[in-house]
């Protein structure tokens, strides 16, 4: 995607009248093409600033939703309360996005059309259920929904950042104080003792003569390392099946493999639960899932539900002896279709899903931060007590 900017320009209107203001482009070009758009002849197109979107702006996005579904439901039209968000923005380039859509609704296009411009601002799967929304008449309810998924993906990212960061930190740690240790301090009691004319002990003895390998293989260990890691991503990026079995692996890994299911199901339910407040067909919504999914065991399994639905057959019963769904799915969809509740059971699940991952995740963490210090201290330990043994040993020759 390319990086995007704001413009500040002089032109004329059509009518004569002359203006000033400021406008998203990839490009001058592109400025001046949208400015001769909004039938505005420039007299002066100048960069005014790259726009680099952060963390604020997936929180305004989702402010924005809720502010708009508010007003809609209240009974403001649509361009009077982006109007409206828009003239209350304190994000200059959400003011500048928020102007061009107004402009262009003013001019008679739609709202799904508008924001299908914006992928930078709005993600396509909120411009697909905003374009349902404006055939089913429910906008306001579609808007509540998306504001809500994309506020409860905030959170679950936010949670898993958190649950990573100090096991990361620490990682990051053991890493710098070994290489620090190995490489600059060990290697000075071989000097040391050499004019002592006395061995090392042997547990310093080891850790130097590893230290002294990296230090003269050194180049090769680095470029093996990348090597390994662009191979790696080229094999992932080029080759399907290495990604396909990468995952199957992954799926299979205790506790990491369960929060990967447990993620891909609370989305699959999520979505689920929007297209048929939607009133969308289950198997367009199905077909919507697939095309929203990135795990690839999960895409082809989708892919097999919707051809055994399509054959006519019911949902839970795929779901009965599909292995990356739970007996808790079956047993719900097979209550939903006796009982024609299927949004209802839906939404049961995504929040079953949700509530399962974090508790998953922080039973992961909990596990994680000790284990990791136990390995930082029994690596630090080892090297303590290679550094002291020759300290003790000298203080006896001396003696």
């Known amino acids: 995607m390319k990086l995007q900017y704001i413009y500040q320009y002089d032109a004329f209107t059509y009518q004569g009248e002359y203006c000033s203001g400021k406008l998203i482009a990839t490009s001058k070009h592109d400025a001046f093409i949208k400015m001769m758009q909004q039938q505005k002849t420039p007299l002066k197109i100048k960069l005014y600033k790259a726009i680099l979107l952060k963390e604020s702006d997936s929180q305004y996005r989702i402010q924005l939703l809720e502010q708009l579904s508010l007003l809609i439901h209240s009974g403001l039209a649509l361009l009077p309360a982006l109007t409206l968000l828009k003239n209350e923005c304190r994000y200059l380039h959400w003011q500048c996005v928020l102007d061009e859509i107004t402009y262009n609704l003013a001019q008679g296009s739609t709202f799904s059309k508008q924001l299908s411009l914006y992928p930078f601002y709005f993600p396509p799967s909120l411009t697909y259920f905003i374009y349902i929304a404006e055939e089913s008449g429910k906008l306001d309810e579609i808007i509540t929904s998306q504001a809500s998924q994309l506020k409860s993906q905030?959170?679950?990212?936010?949670?898993?950042?958190?649950?990573?960061?100090?096991?990361?930190?620490?990682?990051?740690?053991?890493?710098?104080?070994?290489?620090?240790?190995?490489?600059?301090?060990?290697?000075?009691?071989?000097?040391?003792?050499?004019?002592f004319n006395t061995d090392l002990p042997l547990i310093t003895s080891l850790l130097i003569t590893i230290s002294q390998w990296i230090i003269n293989n050194s180049l090769i260990i680095i470029s093996l390392l990348i090597s390994l890691i662009i191979s790696y991503y080229c094999a992932r990026v080029y080759f399907f099946s290495f990604y396909l079995a990468e995952q199957q692996l992954l799926i299979r890994t205790p506790y990491i493999g369960i929060l990967l299911k447990y993620h891909q199901l609370q989305l699959i339910f999520q979505i689920l639960t929007i297209t048929q407040q939607a009133?969308?067909?289950?198997?367009?919504?199905?077909?919507?899932?697939?095309?929203?999914?990135?795990?690839?065991?999960?895409?082809?399994?989708?892919?097999?539900?919707?051809?055994?639905?399509?054959?006519?057959?019911?949902?839970?019963?795929?779901?009965?002896?599909?292995?990356?769904?739970?007996?808790?799915c079956h047993q719900f969809i097979i209550s939903a279709e006796n009982s024609g509740q299927l949004l209802f059971f839906c939404q049961k699940l995504n929040e079953w899903f949700n509530h399962q991952f974090e508790e998953r995740l922080n039973t992961l963490n909990s596990w994680l931060e000790p284990i990791l210090m136990t390995v930082i201290a029994l690596i630090v330990g080892t090297l303590i007590i290679a550094m002291y043994l020759p300290i003790l040993q000298l203080g006896d020759i001396i003696r």
């Open 154 to 195: 905030k959170v679950l990212i936010n949670k898993t950042k958190k649950a990573l960061k100090y096991p990361i930190f620490l990682v990051f740690v053991l890493i710098i104080t070994t290489t620090i240790m190995l490489l600059y301090v060990l290697p000075e009691y071989q000097s040391l003792y050499s004019s």
């Open 279 to 328: 009133g969308l067909p289950l198997l367009k919504g199905l077909n919507f899932i697939t095309e929203q999914l990135t795990h690839p065991l999960y895409q082809r399994a989708l892919s097999q539900m919707i051809e055994h639905v399509t054959q006519g057959k019911s949902l839970s019963s795929f779901m009965k002896h599909e292995p990356l769904f739970p007996p808790i």
